[in-house]
């Protein structure tokens, strides 16, 4: 049994009890997060794909932790000028944890 769902941009193969790591979103810790947009389900040997999305299909789950990943250093360089300039970014984050999968 599984999904896929959409969210963030992106797209996450889900089971029932995973922990996903997706785009942020604004919930706080703890609340309950209902995905809607289910790309393809796959209950019982039973597969459907949506067209673009399956109706009636969601995907709930609880939100662990909201944070930011780890740091990215990025370096601008020009040659010749005796320019460079050293950037960082943490890109934020939500932790869910999958509890169940409606079809």
């Known amino acids: 049994m599984f999904a896929v769902i959409e969210t963030g941009g992106k797209q996450y193969k889900v089971?029932?009890?995973d922990i996903i790591f997706i785009e942020k979103l604004n919930i706080n810790e703890g609340e309950?997060?209902?995905f809607d947009k289910v790309l393809a389900l796959s209950l019982n040997d039973n597969f459907q794909a949506g067209i673009p999305y399956v109706?009636?299909?969601n995907v709930v789950?609880?939100?662990v932790k909201n944070g930011k990943g780890?740091?990215?250093h990025i370096l601008r360089?020009?040659?010749k000028k005796n320019e460079k300039k050293k950037i960082g970014h943490r890109q934020p984050y939500?932790?869910?944890?999958i509890e169940k999968?409606?079809?």
């Open 61 to 63: 789950g609880t939100v």
């Open 32 to 34: 309950k997060v209902t």
């Open 70 to 72: 780890k740091k990215i």
């Open 94 to 97: 939500t932790k869910v944890q």
């Open 77 to 79: 360089y020009k040659s």
């Open 55 to 57: 109706d009636g299909a």
């Open 15 to 17: 089971n029932e009890g």
């Open 101 to 103: 999968i409606v079809g």
